[in-house]
């Protein structure tokens, strides 16, 4: 009997060590899955803060862009009156607004700085023979003599302002071309004289006599310019 207890003992034993290793290896078994879970809620939270993240980017972005497309449209809005009054109404200020868009783009100008600059000169010349197709060839020979020679803004708006009250006289004078508009626009006097097709001491001759008429010598001028 005592032998038949120490091998049910030892039997009993085995058992025992082989059912503690089933123990072990199933709680490693369930720590290891804990381990890949908590990696795998670990990695889904940084998918979900990623997402957080890109989407908060995004409408941090829609938001400065609806911000900037607001600033655009304020500024617009003078530029867009003047032009609705140049043109009459809205569809008429719309194809200003794609001319002065168009010589923008040709010369690399500023839009709105342009624009406004466009509407003061051709405002100034309506009633004028040089309102509305001529005002636009004379306005963008100018801005294409003036980007080619590197004239500011500020210079360019002067030589409008002189042409513009050249047309108010109706005719111009030799001085005229040489004296302010000729500081601004190096070779006024040549630029002229060339546009009507005469030398320039024939050209002066014409100012003297008062033949030489700001509707006839702009265009031409313009043409010269471009």
């Not at 210079?155 to 005229?176: F, K, P, Y």
Request: net charge positive.
């Amino acid at each position: 009997m005592a032998k038949s207890y120490d091998v049910s003992i030892r039997i009993d034993a085995r058992e025992a060590k082989r059912g503690a290793q089933d123990v072990r290896a199933s709680l490693a078994g369930i720590k290891a899955e804990a381990r890949e879970g908590a990696s795998a809620m670990r990695a889904a939270g940084g998918v979900w803060v990623a997402a957080l993240a890109a989407i908060a980017g995004s409408v941090a972005m829609a938001s400065k862009a609806v911000r900037a497309l607001a600033e655009t449209a304020l500024q617009m809005e003078p530029l867009t009156r003047s032009l609705t009054l140049l043109g009459g109404n809205a569809a008429a200020a719309g194809r200003e607004l794609e001319y002065i868009r168009g010589e923008a783009r040709r010369l690399g100008l500023e839009t709105i700085s342009a624009g406004e600059a466009y509407a003061k000169f051709a405002l100034s010349l309506r009633g004028t023979a040089l309102e509305g197709d001529s005002a636009r060839k004379v306005f963008s020979g100018v801005q294409t003599a003036a980007t080619a020679l590197g004239l500011s803004a500020g210079e360019t708006a002067n030589i409008l302002d002189q042409l513009q009250q050249m047309t108010q006289r109706g005719t111009v004078s030799a001085e005229a071309l040489t004296g302010q508009l000729g500081k601004r626009l190096p070779g006024a006097l040549g630029l002229a004289a060339q546009a009507m097709g005469v030398s320039t001491e024939e050209l002066r001759a014409m100012a003297k006599e008062g033949k030489l008429l700001a509707s006839d010598l702009l265009p031409k001028l313009a043409e010269v310019m471009e």
